[in-house]
């Protein structure tokens, strides 16, 4: 309905004193005709008209000057007698309170709500609900009588603080949460399971290979089972498993028993099994969490397996890394990595190589390593290290000496000039790129390769195009010396070089006392 008027309003009230006025003056009229007849009649009409027309401009006057300058105190008096309808019959519970946090009111909603022995008028809202109001008067779930209520206050007067009052009003929103957690709890989650050490119990015999794997496909489909979930083997140690939400709030409550469950199934001379598991819980679609769970299972496998990354809505956690990584590393897939790594090569326009912040020997042999593959493909590369860097000077003076590597070296400043839209950067012993010796390459280059042998952190920036990440390793120089194996012959490698990778050997292992293995002595 349209509330604007083309003429003014009046109201029933008004209009009985204008027809009263109407008749009283007409009443006169006579009256005066009949007292005064030396008077003209017309003339007397048109004084009691102008009479009445005064009268309604007067009362009209008074109107407008009730209307206008009414005091404030009368408008909150029609709004609070207004406002205390609404408040006590609506269905929802609402209580009134002071400036001090005293009720003064509370509708029948609230007092059956709060099913008090005693009146809770007088008594602190506090003591009541707890502290839930405060300066923002914000909305806030509060738990009454094992029902979930949305809390609402805010102020309903504008007097001044002390005389203040406040209105708090409960939604209950109990039916509303559970059909929320309903939905959360029956959301699809997906998990990859790997076998860590499936080539460990190859070289057994049949019979004893068989019945391990077959204790832990056993052991995996009644974990399956007993979250109501479906798992499908894709390949001989490799799973996929898909579940309700809720059961994943189960296993991390018990932090993922089934690792502990599989560990315990030996094979051989006491061989432990593990597994890594990556699971995926987060808004979106299916198809994103499918790649987010392959992302983890990625992330668990390159951070030394027997553990499980969870990845929920960008935040990961990891349960399990008990056991120490699982040395599972085969010439297949340096190979690959080599071939991967030369073609992104291929592509570039120069290759910058780059070790972490306070180089040491492991970082800085991995990076002269890699720039003999880059030098072999025939690409400009150099070494972006520092120069005044006292733990490498004499490293990099011994290396300045070469005529390949007499110009190679740069710092952060000329390696930024370097940096173009076709430039690879490979970073050496480190996976995280905020911790590359020069953070602002490693942000600005566009196509990034990692070396490493430290455990993944975390995921990769859309930058990492490709990366060799085996914490089994004893160094990063173990691996580019695997890397080197496949692409050159030791005839093509200057002394100088192979001094700097052995100086990684020995750094990393200790003078090869600690974190060793079969591969660590044939690649020194």
């Known amino acids: 309905m349209n509330n604007n008027h083309d003429v003014p309003f009046i109201s029933r009230r008004e209009l009985v004193i204008c027809i009263a006025l109407g008749c009283l003056n007409i009443a006169l009229f006579a009256v005066a005709c009949a007292v005064l007849k030396e008077f003209n009649a017309i003339i007397l009409a048109v004084s009691f008209i102008l009479l009445y027309l005064v009268e309604i401009a007067v009362m009209s006057s008074f109107r407008q000057k009730k209307v206008t300058y009414a005091p404030e105190g009368g408008i909150h008096g029609m709004l609070s007698e207004r406002s205390a309808g609404v408040l006590k019959s609506t269905s929802h519970p609402v209580a009134t309170f002071n400036a001090e946090g005293v009720i003064v009111w509370a509708n029948a909603s609230m007092l059956e709500l709060l099913d008090c022995e005693e009146n809770p008028i007088g008594k602190s809202i506090d003591l009541l609900f707890g502290s839930i109001i405060d300066d923002d008067f914000g909305k806030k779930?509060?738990?009454?009588?094992?029902?979930?209520?949305?809390?609402?206050?805010?102020?309903?007067?504008?007097?001044?603080?002390?005389?203040?009052?406040?209105?708090?009003?409960?939604?209950?929103?109990?039916?509303?949460?559970?059909?929320?957690?309903?939905?959360n709890d029956s959301r699809v989650?997906?998990?990859?399971?790997?076998?860590?050490?499936?080539?460990?119990?190859?070289?057994?015999?049949?019979?004893?290979?068989?019945?391990?794997?077959?204790?832990?496909?056993?052991?995996?489909?009644?974990?399956?089972?007993?979250?109501?979930?479906?798992?499908?083997?894709?390949?001989?140690?490799?799973?996929?498993?898909?579940?309700?939400?809720?059961?994943?709030?189960?296993?991390?409550?018990?932090?993922?028993a089934i690792l502990d469950e599989i560990r315990e199934t030996r094979v051989g001379d006491g061989v432990s099994i593990t597994i890594s598991v990556g699971v995926a819980r987060s808004d979106g679609t299916l198809r994103a969490r499918e790649e987010q769970a392959r992302d983890a299972i990625d992330l668990a496998l390159q951070r030394g397996g027997d553990q499980v990354v969870y990845i929920n809505n960008g935040v990961t956690e990891y349960y399990g890394g008990r056991t120490k990584s699982v040395y599972k590393r085969s010439n297949v897939r340096s190979r690959t990595f080599t071939n991967q790594l030369t073609a992104l090569m291929g592509r570039s326009d120069n290759v910058i190589i780059m070790g972490h912040r306070y180089g040491d020997f492991d970082s800085f042999g991995?990076?002269?390593?890699?720039?003999?593959?880059?030098?072999?493909?025939?690409?400009?590369?150099?070494?972006?290290?520092?120069?005044?860097?006292?733990?490498?000077?004499?490293?990099?003076?011994?290396?300045?000496?070469?005529?390949?590597?007499?110009?190679?070296?740069?710092?952060?400043?000329?390696?930024?000039?370097?940096?173009?839209?076709?430039?690879?950067?490979?970073?050496?012993?480190?996976?995280?790129?905020?911790?590359?010796?020069?953070?602002?390459?490693?942000?600005?280059?566009?196509?990034?390769?990692?070396?490493?042998?430290?455990?993944?952190?975390?995921?990769?920036?859309?930058?990492?195009?490709?990366?060799?990440?085996?914490?089994?390793?004893?160094?990063?120089?173990?691996?580019?010396?695997?890397?080197?194996e496949s692409a050159v012959s030791s005839q093509n490698l200057l002394k100088e070089e192979a001094d700097m990778l052995l100086a990684g050997f020995l750094l990393d292992t200790k003078q090869f006392t600690r974190n060793t293995g079969t591969r660590t002595f044939g690649s020194a």
């Open 189 to 256: 989650c997906i998990a990859y399971i790997a076998i860590d050490n499936i080539e460990d119990v190859l070289h057994y015999v049949h019979e004893k290979f068989r019945v391990a794997v077959s204790q832990v496909d056993e052991k995996l489909k009644a974990w399956a089972d007993s979250m109501d979930a479906t798992i499908k083997s894709y390949e001989n140690d490799k799973y996929i498993m898909f579940f309700d939400s809720s059961s994943l709030d189960k296993c991390i409550e018990n932090r993922f």
């Open 366 to 484: 991995a990076s002269i390593g890699v720039a003999r593959i880059a030098m072999l493909c025939g690409m400009k590369v150099n070494i972006a290290v520092d120069l005044r860097d006292k733990n490498l000077e004499n490293c990099i003076a011994v290396m300045q000496g070469t005529e390949e590597y007499a110009q190679i070296f740069v710092d952060n400043a000329d390696g930024l000039d370097l940096v173009g839209p076709d430039t690879l950067l490979v970073l050496v012993d480190h996976n995280n790129l905020s911790r590359s010796q020069f953070a602002d390459i490693s942000t600005k280059v566009k196509t990034v390769a990692v070396i490493d042998h430290h455990r993944k952190t975390d995921t990769f920036e859309e930058s990492v195009k490709a990366n060799y990440i085996e914490p089994s390793a004893s160094s990063s120089c173990e691996l580019v010396a695997e890397m080197l």
């Open 141 to 183: 779930k509060i738990s009454v009588r094992d029902r979930l209520f949305e809390a609402e206050s805010f102020k309903l007067t504008a007097d001044s603080e002390e005389d203040a009052l406040f209105v708090l009003s409960l939604t209950d929103v109990t039916a509303l949460l559970a059909s929320e957690k309903k939905y």
